[in-house]
Each structure stands twice: as C-alpha cells, then as structure tokens.
C-alpha cells in the first residue's frame, strides 16, 4: 500500500469511528432522556394514591380522640382545639406525597422550617404512614391519659396496621411506611413544643399571674377559682401568620350608667334569661359543651367528622379537611384568648348582680376566664366559614353530637349552626351579644387566612 492509500484508509476509518460514536453517544442521550421522562419513579407509580384508601383510618382516630378529650386531665377548650390542629396537620404531611394534586404546608405555615421527606424512588403506603403518624402524635399529646384510655390508643394502632398489613403482605412497604409516619408525628410534636402552650393541658391556671384590677375588668365568678384559665393562651404562634393580628374588634367602653351601650348589653341578657323559652333552654343546653365533654372545639370537628362521614370520602380529603378545620378553629381560640386578656371584661353575672339585680344567677355555669369574646362563636365561625368554602352554601345535615344525651339538631347550612351556636351564650347567660357576634365575624376572618394556603399546586 502506497502512502496515499495508507493516507486513503486511515482518513475512511478514522470518518467511520467518528460516526459510531456519534450514534452510540445518540443512543444513550436518547435512553437517558427516555428514562428521566417516563420511567423516573413517582409516587403516583410507586405507590397507590391517598384517595385509595378508606377514611376511617383517619375518623376512627378522630373518634377516639374525641373520648380522649372527655377523659383526659386539663384538656380545656382551647387545649383540645390545639391538639386536634396539631394532629390533622401531622395526618395531612403523612399521607400528601400520595395526593398528586396536593402539596406540603412545608415552608408556608408560622414557623414550620423543616419536615421528613419519603424516598420517592420506593413504594409507601399512605394508610400505615397516616396510622403511625397519628398515634405517634397522640400518644405524646395525651400523655396525662389514664392507662385504660392508653390502652385504646395502642389497640387502633396495632388494628389498623393489621388490616392493611394483611392487605399488603409487604414486609419492606409496611417497616418503611410506619418509620415515615412516625418521623411525621415526632416532626409534628418537636414543631408544636415551640409555639407557647407545650403541654398545656398541666398548668391550665398558673399561679404566677397576676389579675388585673380595675374599673369593669373581669372578677372571679367562682369562690374556689380565684385564677382565670389559659391567661398566656394568646400568645401562642398561630398557624397562619396572619392570624397573629387577626382580633375582635374592641368590644362597646366600659360603664354602668343605665343610658350606656354596656348597661344595655347587659340588660339584655338579664331580660333573655328571665323570659327563656323551652326552645332556648335546649340549645343553651345543646352547645354548652362544659366539663368532661367533647369541648367546643371537639363539638365543631364531630360535625366536620359527620360530614366527611355521610359524603363517605377517602383518605385524602379526610386529610385536608381535617387539616383546614383544625388550623382554624385553633387560630380561632388563640386569637380568642388574646382578646380575653386584652380587654380582660367583665363577665354578665358580675355586672348584673352590681349594677341590676344582686340576686340574679345564669342559666349554665359562668367559665373562669374573661368574657370577650367568645370562645364558641369564635370556634363555630372559623369551622363554619371553611366547611362552607369545601362544601357550599345550604348543606343540610343534623348534629347528632349528644344523642343519648340532648335529641340531635338539624341545620339547613353550615352558617346556621354556627350562628345558633353563637346566640346559645346569650341564652346561657354568660356572654353579652357583642362578644357572640364579634367572636364569630373574627373566627371566620381566622379561617379565610388558613384557606388562603398553598394546599394544592
């Protein structure tokens, strides 16, 4: 071979190896770009979706925590509303990665900086994450329960893992998605131990503070409770950011002259309670929610829990409705509270025994804490408000939350109950009408900010 063949050959060569690497290089581009566009592991793919699972993984926890809160020392009302904020959180971050249209409150809610994630390469399964999430949570939230309320906690765990474990036959699916739960719940829990009203449910009447004293402030309207519940429960962190601002309008000024708008405020409720109907007396009676009951808070999440319940939904929507009824009703109490120890006013027996009639008593007991505003028109107003944005204007439905106890009531929307709700403290006796309404308006305003997170995409 001459030079000029050599030259000839080597230059064809050297034009064909360029050509196949060109072509395998194109082939692994085009194999690498086919993998990380269709063949990239997902949640959806993985793992079957949230809305495949059943509810009452989530209602039956509901159910017994309602039993919990009954049972369970210093649970007062503002109390169980954090904690069932608390854990319809921890539910909802369980099982969202299963929910394709949805996304975590990760980054959006006051305070809440960082959150276990799951490996979305491997299979989960929302339903044991959501079952290891909740009991973990609730096994610290109730950690004051009595042994037989403890027991109970541990049986639901141990029966819904059974049932789907069964389902599943897994052993890699069921340890991985219990270990994501449980880190969900402990997240949940160190995240709820920064916001102020840790562990509560000990120390409902400190003995450090200090009553104010002056001119129609709140006075002791109990011989043995001399301390107001909760006095610090204002200066929780909220939810929402913007519900540490969101308050009551400032309740009428403050006098007992009989031509003031006060002394008419409290003629008023001395005037209803002589004059009670039978049909007042029931719903006074209704929503009183008092001692070793469901509290008010556990009242308005049974009633989300009825609905949620006969629209017989799944897993994912239980998971954010809880999650936004929840928040609200516990942003509700706390800006609730703050406006108790801001104005720190005068309950309705005080000012009318001093100023009307000395002799006169209320129909239900009068709490020990300051009267504005209202903790239940507060709390009806904030889960009245969000039931009615998920579910619409005008739903029927009957509250059957003391049947054996109270018959149950019907209400054609969400808005009704709340507002006989509201008006059930006026007939008790123990709010005046400016707190019930200013209660509710402000629970509702609450509830518009924690609807205006980022829940889907």
Not at 74 to 98: D, I, W
Not at 334 to 343: F, L, N, P, Q, S
């Amino acid at each position: 071979m001459n030079e000029c063949s050599t030259h000839f050959f080597y230059k064809k060569f050297y034009i064909a190896v360029r050509s196949l690497t060109f072509v395998v290089l194109a082939a692994v581009l085009f194999t690498s770009c086919k993998d990380k566009t269709t063949e990239e592991p997902t949640p959806t793919t993985l793992s079957k979706a949230t809305s495949e699972f059943n509810a009452d993984i989530a209602t039956r926890w509901t159910d017994l925590q309602l039993q919990l809160i009954k049972s369970t020392p210093g649970y007062a009302p503002p109390v169980a509303a954090r904690t069932l904020g608390y854990t319809s959180l921890a539910l909802y971050e369980s099982v969202v990665y299963g929910m394709p249209n949805n996304q975590s409150l990760l980054g959006q809610l006051n305070g809440l900086t960082s959150l276990p994630k799951p490996d979305l390469t491997k299979e989960y399964n929302w339903g044991l994450a959501a079952n290891a999430a909740l009991s973990t949570l609730i096994t610290e939230m109730y950690a004051t329960t009595n042994d037989a309320n403890k027991r109970a906690i541990d049986s639901l765990r141990r029966n819904i893992e059974s049932v789907i474990r069964i389902a599943i036959d897994n052993q890699p699916v069921t340890d991985r998605s219990n270990m994501f739960g449980a880190e969900i719940g402990k997240a949940i829990w160190e995240y709820s131990k920064t916001d102020g009203g840790h562990q509560g449910w000990s120390n409902n009447f400190p003995t450090d503070f200090k009553v104010p004293v002056g001119i129609g402030f709140w006075e002791p309207t109990s011989a043995t409770q001399r301390i107001p519940l909760l006095p610090y429960w204002g200066k929780n962190r909220t939810f929402s950011a913007l519900n540490l601002t969101t308050n009551p309008t400032a309740p009428t000024a403050f006098s007992f002259k009989e031509n003031s708008e006060m002394f008419k405020l409290a003629k008023e409720v001395y005037d209803v309670n002589k004059a009670l109907t039978t049909e007042q007396k029931a719903i006074a009676n209704f929503w009183a929610d008092g001692a070793n009951t469901i509290t008010p808070p556990g009242h308005h999440f049974n009633i989300a829990n009825i609905i949620l319940k006969k629209e017989k939904v799944k897993l994912d929507k239980v998971a954010e409705v809880y999650a936004k009824v929840g928040m609200a009703v516990n942003d509700a109490f706390v800006a609730c509270w703050r406006g108790k120890y801001t104005y720190n006013l005068m309950r309705p027996v005080t000012y009318i025994r001093q100023a009307i009639s000395p002799n006169w008593s209320p129909l239900l007991a009068t709490p020990p804490f300051p009267e504005y505003a209202s903790g239940h028109s507060s709390g009806s107003g904030a889960a009245a408000e969000t039931l009615t944005t998920i579910f619409g204007d005008n739903y029927a439905f009957t509250d059957n939350t003391h049947t054996g106890k109270f018959p149950d009531r019907s209400f054609k929307s969400f808005y009704e109950y709340a507002n006989e709700a509201t008006i059930s403290r006026l007939y008790g006796g123990i709010h005046y009408r400016q707190g019930n309404e200013n209660g509710q308006t402000n629970g509702k305003e609450i509830a518009k900010n924690i609807l205006k997170l980022k829940f889907t995409k």
